[in-house]
């Protein structure tokens, strides 16, 4: 079997799966025919996401800023599903508030969901996937720490944070597990309860998104896409630059095909 | 944990747990001697596949991977340099990493050496290269040069169609290439693991065919993350081994001790502990080999996998009085990456690493390289090194982890490094090719001959069977015993070699 059958085959978990991008990315997994764990800490969103397909859409209540709960979760999902081979790190909140009107304690709350969750999660499937070296990991990532906006601190932060381990991570394993792609993915600006009204249909994105889910090219690990188009490492003129004294062509970016 | 597993009553203490350690590990365990392996690296995840490499240099994140956490510090033609050098330490040692080369040396290389005596004969090893042959599932062709018996090798996988006309186009010119010797099983899914772990059942080293079916025994154990920091004696026994785990040190009292801790681990032990050298000479007579890497474009252009490594021959093994070594595939591509990695290797170890962007300077001769070499195929001549006293590990107290080397190119290695060049230029005459090497490049992946065996004992460190003259429990079976490193990869006499002492050892303690 080539790791793509394994993943294929294999037990898939959204995190944040209640509402949203989320919803959307477990459709479309489902759709695929695999079998999706719905993380999410609000039940009735979660049987709401598996109505579409309720033999391959299980849902898991499980707040993901917990690590034990998240731990004994994925535990239940191997028994129930089997061993995870694909995660999708798409929990995440956004508060908008002042930083003068954050409650205490509050910002670091935000950081155990939008970092900590996907710390979380990756720890808990990793396990599973190094058993035989085989995975594949997806990161919903934004371009929000780039230049903090307004009222957005806990946001950017944490989900800048959560870009850096994305490389922490890739520094980790990259080498030792090859097969364990791990990469970073922006959806865009969504019209979803976190986005804005006139973004793009989840839905839409999510055709992206899972399409970068299940591709595993090594290849991909330390990448980042952003909607459907990769972005590649470094200005054009450095690209430019770069192919000339090596005398090859400047590289091109890849391009998702929807699902 | 760790004090339960020193207490039991162990037949044999191993240190180290690559060719050798793990090879004899599997000897002794198979004829049912308990066997504790004290490994100073981790045993890791099975399903990890890191190639060795440089670019991870803090030690923990190296000692990790199975890496040798520090670098070597060399004295090389009087010049000092510190660089990493492509040594394992974890289970399975360097073998974990490396090609599976398992190729025999010839009859002369032990019987009629110019420059150094083997206490035991070519005939005395053949049997223990046959069960080293088998153990290690080696697949491969007889070389048409050899006039022993034919080895009983596995079927060679079906030839990549470009090695395949190469080897065509050898034979038309007077040469006598053949499949190289090699210890891939090549089973589903094969990642030819050239430099790297592998995950699977398939390249055979001193893990898989050395530690996994000792351990399969139920008469073995590692201690992994074990490092030995000390040997102590009394007389003729060495009467307690310290380990570091963890930042605690531990003691136990081994009935045998076993030292598989490659040519120069071994080495520096026994010379931090001053143990074994009566003699004076541990650490001494250190050898590499010469890396002589061409770049050999095949007349006609057939497409294929330019990075296998299928293809060996002996026709410069040596010429006349003069020795040399094999030529055979590289393994790597003439692309880009691997070029520049070489270039940076080079550069790292020359005079010109101080100098800034040198290192981002390698890119264009490399891309310069890489046009030019297209569908090269990169060969590599292993050039045999001679052992010298003054060449050798020393111990440095002012740096106790650190292992540390002095090194001079002998005049007499220089003159034959240009004969073999004059050699290859001459033996593939109509054929386009290229040096990649301007400067004479180490093998330091093929450390041996730091304790070698001999007859008498004021000549040698270790004794015919690989037991120190000077002590009576404790044996040395990685390459450090070797007297003359050959014109061949060593791993296959390091197993040989093991095999040959675990059975001695076993006989002996039966009478």
Redesign the interface.
């Known amino acids: 079997m ?1 790791a793509d059958h394994i993943i294929r085959n294999g037990a898939a978990i959204v995190t944040g799966a209640g509402s949203g991008l989320g919803r959307a990315l477990a459709h479309k997994l489902a759709n695929q025919g695999m079998h999706v764990a719905l993380l999410g800490r609000r039940e009735p969103s979660l049987i709401e996401t598996a109505r579409a397909t309720p033999e391959l859409l299980h849902p898991f209540v499980c707040d993901v800023a917990d690590a034990s709960a998240v731990t004994t979760t994925v535990a239940q999902i191997t028994t129930d599903l089997g061993a995870p081979r694909l995660l999708i790190n798409n929990a995440a909140i956004y508060p908008r508030r002042d930083i003068l009107d954050i409650p205490t304690d509050a910002f670091m709350d935000s950081i155990a969901i939008n970092l900590g969750g996907v710390v979380n999660a990756t720890q808990a499937v990793l396990p599973h996937m ?5 995975g594949r990991i997806l990161n919903v990532a934004t371009f929000a720490d780039m230049s903090p906006l307004p009222m957005s601190s806990e946001y950017s932060v944490s989900k800048g944070a959560a870009r850096i381990f994305t490389r922490a991570l890739i520094a980790d394993i990259g ?5 364990i792609v791990v990469g970073d993915w922006m959806p865009g600006m969504l019209a979803t309860q976190m986005g804005i009204e006139d973004g793009l249909a989840p839905d839409a994105a999510a055709g992206w998104g899972a399409a970068l889910a299940l591709m595993h090219d090594p290849a991909l690990t330390g990448t980042t896409f952003e909607m459907d188009r990769e972005i590649l490492q470094g200005s054009g003129l450095k690209r430019k630059l ?1 192919a000339l ?4 062509r400047p590289q091109k970016p890849r391009i998702i095909t929807p699902i | 944990m760790t004090t339960d597993y020193l207490n039991q009553d162990w037949d044999a203490v191993i240190i180290g747990t690559g060719m050798g350690g793990g090879t004899i590990g599997r000897v002794l365990a198979t004829g049912g001697w308990r066997v504790l392996f004290i490994e100073k690296g981790p045993s890791g995840h099975r399903s990890e596949r890191q190639a060795l490499h440089s670019h991870v240099f803090t030690p923990d994140a190296r000692a990790l991977r199975g890496f040798w956490p520090t670098p070597l510090r060399a004295k090389i033609d009087n010049r000092e340099s510190e660089f990493f050098a492509p040594i394992g330490a974890g289970v399975g040692g360097s073998s974990a990493f490396y090609a599976a080369t398992l190729e025999r040396p010839e009859r002369h290389d032990m019987d009629d050496h110019p420059h150094a005596e083997w206490p035991i004969s070519f005939d005395t090893m053949q049997p223990w290269y046959d069960e080293a042959e088998k153990m290690f599932h080696v697949c491969g062709a007889p070389d048409p040069l050899s006039a022993e018996p034919m080895p009983e090798l596995l079927p060679p996988p079906a030839l990549d169609p470009s090695d395949d006309a190469l080897m065509g186009e050898m034979r038309a010119i007077g040469l006598h290439p053949y499949r190289l010797h090699s210890a891939i099983r090549y089973v589903e899914n094969c990642h030819d693991c050239l430099g790297s772990k592998c995950p699977k059942p398939c390249k055979m080293d001193g893990r898989s065919a050395g530690v996994e079916p000792a351990l399969a025994t139920g008469n073995a154990f590692v201690l992994d993350d074990a490092e030995v920091v000390d040997l102590k004696r009394d007389g003729r026994t060495i009467t307690e081994i310290t380990l570091c785990r963890s930042g605690v040190e531990y003691r136990l009292s081994p009935k045998r001790v076993i030292l598989a801790g490659g040519a120069l681990g071994s080495a520096h032990i026994l010379l931090k502990s001053d143990i074994a050298n009566s003699s004076g000479l541990v650490g001494r007579n250190l050898m590499f080999h010469l890396n002589e890497m061409f770049a050999l474009w095949p007349k006609k252009k057939v497409l294929g996998d330019a990075t296998s490594k299928a293809i060996s021959l002996r026709d410069l093994y040596h010429q006349d009085a003069t020795r040399f070594g094999t030529v055979q595939s590289m393994g790597i591509g003439a692309g880009y990456g691997e070029i520049l990695h070489y270039l940076r290797l080079m550069l790292t170890r020359s005079a010109l690493s101080r100098v800034p962007l040198i290192m981002d300077l390698a890119r264009i001769p490399a891309a310069v390289a890489v046009k030019m070499l297209g569908s090269a195929k990169v060969l590599v001549g292993l050039l045999e090194d001679y052992g010298y006293p003054e060449n050798r590990v020393i111990f440095d107290p002012a740096r106790p982890e650190q292992l540390s080397i002095e090194y001079v190119l002998a005049p007499e290695l220089k003159a034959r490094r240009r004969a073999f060049r004059k050699a290859i230029r001459r033996a593939f005459r109509g054929h386009r090719k290229m040096f990649l090497s301007m400067q004479p490049e180490l093998n330091f992946g093929h450390p041996c001959g730091t304790l070698r065996f001999g007859t008498e004992a004021e000549t040698s460190v270790l004794d015919p069977n690989c037991k120190a003259h000077d002590h009576d429990n404790l044996w040395v079976v990685d390459s450090s015993f070797m007297p003359t490193s050959f014109g061949v990869n060593p791993s296959l006499t390091i197993a040989a070699n093991a095999i040959r002492v675990g059975h001695h050892l076993l006989k002996e303690a039966r009478s």
């Open positions: 080539t190094i058993k035989d070296g085989i080498d030792r597990f090859p097969d770069k004294l090596t005398l090859s």
